[in-house]
């Protein structure tokens, strides 16, 4: 291993297995049963210096395994400690996460590894504004991991619950997730004041798939001569930043015609289901979802304003792979990314304008869907705007392409979306003077098939009034805040119990009308039915090499069935990558997570 504060680019990575890291068997047969067989690269490298006691800093694209990589041998130190536990008077092990979505997550990963080792050790959550009684049900006993946010825990301090010498005294382990994110949600002052009461002897691990100011600034705050791990991959450093497993696609249209273009590639089936449609606002989302709505297309949309049971439910249930098969598109308003905008065009008044605008309106502060949430089951990421920053845009196209799992993006871009386009590709590694590029013209959309739908696209378009979109949103909100209701009670009995209620009712007034629904094969030309045929088939031949019918393209042979890898693709970024080393040592050997 290199020595400490020196990166690790570079260093050799061996195949070794779990086992070889050191783990605890307990953990492997938790592992074993959730079909999780080798380390990724960065699981490999940060678990042994984790259980050296080593401070790390971790750096690796979206999607590499950071999660475990800290999680594992967190456990294996509660574990080993567990017998010393009884004199702890706070958490022994505190993991910080910048949204509530995210703090959901990764308690729910803690909570199955815990359940899947038998062993008995207490894991709590707290967010948003928990009540004092609330706060120190939770705190009691103590717990040994805490999952929370920054402002929460600095709220049980200011409150009592938490005592800052309790914390002097029991704190052993801290882990800043998302480091990158931490920052830009409004948490610095948080964290600076919550280190006056973090003990020296206190290991300190931060996560992150981007490198920025703020996460250098977190790191000389909270670590002692850490490690600096950045995964020792092929290629130049930009190279680094995207998974390889993620194809990338671009289409560019007028501002008007995203919706006709967005309704060409999911009516005529040219993309793999699960799609993950991202906007920049709320009201594009609901215009998006009350235009695919009359032409039959279901779609679910989650935002900030949703109450906080209803976006937890949708996450879950994307968490549980769709089986219930509710819906295929979501819709999420990518709040990350315009907070980060904020940030920094701090005094933009255009964005001073909109926050005005909705200031009547309870947006959740701790809400978060674009860093960190592992979406399992998204083949699709479809930038229906384009983020605000090449970081963003990073954040946004790692919802898919999880671990060894492969999937696609699709960015629909407006002439006014050049500029941001264009450094997105610099930014991922292309050539200003040249034509290389990591993403590639969609192949499979012609310019037939895309008019074939103009008249019916464009006369629906105009019936998605202003009104139409504010009355939409209004009844979403009503519909879940019931919902709400009724999950609180219901999913504190049934936490599984995925199917009850439905996030993607129709808010049209109108029915869809039949001829709209359908797309008669007929008229499709020739091209553009055989693409469609194309995807089909590799989603049904999918569904057939899947015990549970979830789960994406996976192992060679499914990759070599994938249309998007048979046509070819036009940028030489993109061959060259076709060509590149996969992700992972361990590539060749299926895995079903
Ligand atoms: N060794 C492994 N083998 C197979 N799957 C794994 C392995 N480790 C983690 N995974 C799975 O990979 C997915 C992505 O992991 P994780 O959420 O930790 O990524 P991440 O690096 O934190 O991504 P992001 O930066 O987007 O937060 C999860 O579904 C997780 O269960």
């Given amino acids: 291993m290199a020595n400490s504060d020196e990166n690790q680019e570079g260093e050799q990575l061996k195949d070794l297995t779990f086992e070889e890291l050191g783990l605890d068997p307990r953990l492997i047969r938790a592992l074993t049963k959730k079909n999780i067989q080798n ?47 009884s004199k702890a008077v706070a958490p022994t092990a505190m993991i910080l996460v910048p949204s509530r979505e995210l703090c959901q997550q990764v308690y729910s990963e803690v ?10 050790l207490k894991v709590v ?26 402002a929460c825990v600095q709220r049980c301090l200011s409150s009592g619950v938490l005592k800052a010498t ?11 997730d998302e480091a990158d994110l931490l920052f830009t949600y409004g948490y610095e002052k948080n964290l600076k004041d919550l280190k006056t009461h973090i003990p020296i002897k206190c290991q300190c691990l931060l996560m992150s798939a981007t490198s920025s100011e703020d996460v250098e600034s977190l790191k000389k705050l909270y670590l002692h001569n850490p490690y600096i791990l950045t995964l020792p991959e092929v290629g130049d450093a930009k190279d680094e930043i995207v998974p390889k497993n993620v194809q990338q696609f671009w289409i560019q249209c007028s501002e008007r015609d995203k919706l006709l273009h967005i309704l060409a590639i999911l009516k ?23 235009f695919l709505e009359q032409f039959g297309i279901k779609s679910a949309v989650l935002n900030a304003e949703l109450p906080v049971n209803s976006r937890l439910h949708i996450l879950e249930f994307m968490f549980q792979g769709f089986n219930a098969g509710l819906f295929d598109y979501l819709i999420a308003t990518d709040d990350s990314d315009s907070k980060e905008k ?24 701790e809400f978060g869907v674009v860093r960190g949430i592992d979406f399992k089951n998204v083949q699709t990421v479809v930038n229906f705007d384009m983020p605000a920053s090449a970081a963003g845009y990073v954040h946004r196209i790692g919802r898919t392409g999880r671990a060894f799992n492969t999937g696609q993006s699709i960015s629909i871009v407006s002439p006014d979306e050049m500029e941001i386009f264009d450094e997105i590709k610099l930014f991922l590694g292309g050539d200003e003077d040249s034509d290389v590029t990591h993403i590639a013209p969609f192949p499979l959309l012609e310019k037939n098939a895309v008019e074939f739908l103009r008249y019916r696209a464009e006369d629906v378009a105009r019936s998605v009034t202003k009104i139409a979109v504010k009355e939409a949103r ?5 519909n879940e805040i019931l919902n709400s209701e009724k999950l609180k009670a219901h999913f504190q009995e049934n936490p599984r119990d995925l199917a009850l209620l439905k996030h993607d009712k129709l808010l049209s007034k109108k029915a869809p ?20 045929k194309f995807v089909k088939l590799t989603r049904a031949a999918m569904g057939r090499n899947n015990n549970n019918g979830n789960r994406g393209f996976k192992g060679r042979s499914k990759k070599a069935g994938d249309p998007l890898k048979t046509f070819s693709a036009q940028g030489k970024g993109m061959k060259r990558k076709a060509k590149g080393k996969e992700f992972g040592p361990k590539q060749k050997k299926k895995q079903d997570m």
């Fill in 166 to 176: 309790s914390i002097q005294d029991s704190l052993s382990i801290l882990v800043l």
């Fill in 111 to 120: 909570l199955s590894l815990i359940e899947l080792c038998r062993v008995q």
């Fill in 513 to 532: 009308a039949p001829h709209l629904r359908d797309v008669p094969e007929y008229l499709l030309d020739p091209t553009t039915q055989q693409a469609s």
């Fill in 39 to 85: 380390p990724t690269p960065i699981q490999q490298i940060g678990i042994p210096l984790i259980l050296e006691g080593k401070d790390v800093v971790a750096r690796a694209k979206t999607g590499s395994g950071k999660t475990f990589a800290y999680l594992l041998p967190l456990l294996q130190k509660l574990l080993s400690d567990n017998n010393n536990n």
């Fill in 268 to 290: 005529l089936d040219l993309v793999q289901k699960k799609v993950l449609i991202f906007t920049n606002t709320i009201d594009t989302g609901f215009r998006l979802k009350l």
């Fill in 474 to 478: 209004a009844q979403d909100l009503r």
């Fill in 342 to 365: 904020e940030k920094m065009d701090g005094d933009n008044q255009t964005e001073k304008k909109k926050s005005k605008k909705h200031k009547k309106r309870k947006l959740d502060s």
């Fill in 125 to 150: 959550q707290l967010t948003g504004e928990p009540s004092f009684s609330d706060m120190a049900a939770a705190l009691a006993g103590p717990p040994h991991i805490l999952v929370s946010t920054p």
